[in-house]
């Protein structure tokens, strides 16, 4: 179990250096719900949605290829050639969006708020320039560059989100205040934070980017992106599943059902989903440079297997953790307004992890170098995803969507585990993984249906509930012992 113990401890070293700038901009949800309301909170959702998509776009799956391809050529090649694909790429877009701005920002029904596209079109070419130096600092193991970039990064979008949205509000008298703030831009505020943290981040990160002489290969490039191309679609496809609902709700939904306040509810409420995404996401940052690192060391599939199964089980921790004290929780959202959605929240905690299920299976076609059917499976959940949310929105509004995510993601699990099976079989405990998931849905169900009116009492309850839960496993598994490599 010592290679688990590995990967543990990356996984805490890499999950501070993401989940606590994370966590960071999601202290920001609170301010924002407080500051706007579900309409306006619902422009926010549906542009950082299209972000979503772009960044896959910009990014072009290179982050995987810098990770395969610096196995087993010189790294350093492989740095410059990847990074400097990607500036002439991102300059372009840049470019693309400054000229085009005027008849986009028509086309996307924002013709009075053209610098909100100026501005993404601005973050999203610099964040896809830092993706390579980020990428260099996780395979190099230099998680403390990683994380204090990663901070540095949050700590300035919070700062100028508190500037714009707090302090200038309160002291729109002050005449230096007048010059700087103008109420109307509302929302893009949050725009303009990310703005200002995105370019200030890539400047700090000049130092690190030329480090090394970068210098582009050819023959190499076309290999990277023979091998990433297919990774770029399936992401695209994969995030269609992710963000289309966020897309489709504003045009599927009737005006009658204000559909801006209902995307600005369910886009809050996917937020309480935070632990999880952050869970998932570090779990991310450590495993996949794991997975290539160890992939010729002796038992690298019962390894595979074993991670999958503890990675269910915290999974399912933090689902009842948040179902659990959701009264608490849901706090988070600071205007009633949005406490409509709670009911989302379970189902979207269980999409999520699946969607961890799935990026742990998907392993198999990345080590295996069969790329094109990892664009095969996303194609057809994304099939799946556009046609449930496109028929079941006008029905049942948000709630169609929450439980598609669930439906696709389990769609494709399912796919992908038959086909590892035939192609590259990995033994994993499925028997015990299907248990642990039944008993944590039950436990949930238990401490739903059985509500106390005392609010103080119900929380007891339902951590008796979480702690019998946590207690089973740990006789099961002993996961304090195979945490500490014992």
């Given at each position: 179990?010592?290679?688990?113990?590995?990967?543990?401890?990356?996984?805490?070293?890499?999950?501070?250096?993401?989940?606590?700038?994370?966590?960071?901009?999601?202290?920001?949800?609170?301010?924002?719900?407080?500051?706007?309301?579900?309409?306006?909170?619902?422009?926010?959702?549906?542009?950082?949605?299209?972000?979503?998509?772009?960044?896959?776009?910009?990014?072009?799956?290179?982050?995987?290829?810098?990770?395969?391809?610096?196995?087993?050529?010189?790294?350093?090649?492989?740095?410059?050639?990847?990074?400097?694909?990607?500036?002439?790429?991102?300059?372009?877009?840049?470019?693309?969006?400054?000229?085009?701005?005027?008849?986009?920002?028509?086309?996307?029904?924002?013709?009075?708020?053209?610098?909100?596209?100026?501005?993404?079109?601005?973050?999203?070419?610099?964040?896809?320039?830092?993706?390579?130096?980020?990428?260099?600092?996780?395979?190099?193991?230099?998680?403390?560059?990683?994380?204090?970039?990663?901070?540095?990064?949050?700590?300035?979008?919070?700062?100028?989100?508190?500037?714009?949205?707090?302090?200038?509000?309160?002291?729109?008298?002050?005449?230096?205040?007048?010059?700087?703030?103008?109420?109307?831009?509302?929302?893009?505020?949050?725009?303009?934070?990310?703005?200002?943290?995105?370019?200030?981040?890539?400047?700090?990160?000049?130092?690190?980017?030329?480090?090394?002489?970068?210098?582009?290969?050819?023959?190499?490039?076309?290999?990277?992106?023979?091998?990433?191309?297919?990774?770029?679609?399936?992401?695209?496809?994969?995030?269609?599943?992710?963000?289309?609902?966020r897309v489709l709700l504003k045009y599927r939904l009737p005006d009658s059902s204000l559909p801006m306040e209902q995307l600005g509810i369910y886009g809050a409420n996917i937020?309480?989903?935070?632990?999880?995404?952050?869970?998932?996401?570090?779990?991310?940052?450590?495993?996949?440079?794991?997975?290539?690192?160890?992939?010729?060391?002796?038992?690298?599939?019962?390894?595979?297997?074993?991670?999958?199964?503890?990675?269910?089980?915290?999974?399912?921790?933090?689902?009842?953790?948040?179902?659990?004290?959701?009264?608490?929780?849901?706090?988070?959202?600071?205007?009633?307004?949005?406490?409509?959605?709670?009911d989302i929240v379970p189902v979207m905690l269980l999409a999520n992890m699946c969607l961890g299920i799935y990026f742990n299976l998907s392993i198999w076609f990345k080590l295996?170098?069969?790329?094109?059917?990892?664009?095969?499976?996303?194609?057809?959940?994304?099939?799946?995803?556009?046609?449930?949310?496109?028929?079941?929105?006008?029905?049942?509004?948000?709630?169609?969507?929450?439980?598609?995510?669930?439906?696709?993601?389990?769609?494709?699990?399912?796919?992908?585990?038959?086909?590892?099976?035939?192609?590259?079989?990995?033994?994993?405990?499925?028997?015990?993984?299907?248990?642990?998931?039944?008993?944590?849905?039950?436990?949930?169900?238990?401490?739903?249906?059985?509500?106390?009116?005392?609010?103080?009492?119900?929380?007891?309850?339902?951590?008796?509930?979480?702690?019998?839960?946590?207690?089973?496993?740990?006789?099961?598994?002993?996961?304090?012992?195979?945490?500490?490599?014992?």
């Amino acid at each position: 179990m010592g290679v688990i113990k590995k990967l543990a401890g990356q996984t805490v070293i890499y999950g501070l250096c993401s989940m606590v700038p994370r966590f960071l901009n999601y202290l920001l949800v609170p301010l924002h719900t407080q500051v706007f309301q579900s309409a306006a909170y619902g422009v926010n959702t549906e542009w950082y949605t299209y972000v979503t998509f772009l960044i896959i776009l910009l990014t072009y799956g290179l982050e995987t290829g810098f990770f395969r391809f610096s196995q087993h050529n010189d790294k350093k090649a492989v740095y410059g050639t990847t990074f400097l694909s990607i500036v002439v790429t991102s300059a372009l877009f840049i470019i693309g969006v400054t000229v085009f701005v005027n008849p986009l920002s028509e086309w996307m029904n924002y013709a009075d708020h053209r610098e909100y596209l100026l501005w993404f079109g601005w973050i999203l070419g610099l964040d896809a320039l830092s993706a390579i130096p980020f990428a260099r600092f996780r395979i190099d193991n230099r998680p403390l560059r990683f994380a204090f970039y990663k901070l540095t990064n949050v700590g300035i979008n919070i700062l100028f989100n508190l500037f714009f949205l707090w302090f200038c509000p309160r002291f729109s008298h002050w005449e230096w205040v007048q010059n700087v703030y103008h109420a109307e831009i509302g929302v893009g505020y949050i725009f303009l934070s990310n703005l200002i943290a995105s370019g200030i981040t890539i400047l700090l990160l000049l130092p690190e980017i030329f480090r090394s002489k970068i210098r582009f290969d050819f023959g190499l490039w076309k290999r990277i992106i023979a091998y990433s191309l297919p990774l770029m679609a399936a992401g695209l496809a994969g995030n269609i599943n992710e963000a289309i609902d966020r897309v489709l709700l504003k045009y599927r939904l009737p005006d009658s059902s204000l559909p801006m306040e209902q995307l600005g509810i369910y886009g809050a409420n996917i937020k309480i989903a935070v632990l999880m995404t952050l869970f998932i996401q570090m779990f991310r940052y450590a495993a996949e440079p794991f997975f290539f690192n160890n992939e010729k060391e002796k038992g690298s599939r019962q390894t595979i297997a074993d991670v999958m199964k503890y990675f269910v089980i915290f999974c399912l921790i933090i689902f009842l953790g948040i179902t659990c004290y959701i009264d608490l929780v849901k706090h988070f959202l600071r205007s009633e307004e949005y406490w409509a959605g709670l009911d989302i929240v379970p189902v979207m905690l269980l999409a999520n992890m699946c969607l961890g299920i799935y990026f742990n299976l998907s392993i198999w076609f990345k080590l295996s170098n069969q790329t094109w059917y990892g664009l095969l499976i996303a194609a057809a959940g994304a099939g799946i995803s556009i046609a449930g949310n496109w028929l079941l929105i006008p029905l049942w509004g948000y709630h169609a969507s929450a439980w598609m995510h669930l439906i696709c993601y389990t769609v494709m699990i399912a796919v992908t585990w038959r086909l590892g099976k035939t192609h590259y079989p990995i033994p994993y405990d499925l028997r015990k993984i299907f248990l642990y998931t039944a008993l944590a849905v039950g436990l949930f169900l238990l401490a739903t249906f059985t509500p106390l009116e005392n609010v103080l009492v119900n929380l007891l309850k339902n951590t008796v509930i979480l702690a019998l839960f946590v207690f089973y496993i740990e006789r099961k598994e002993h996961l304090l012992k195979q945490i500490q490599g014992k």
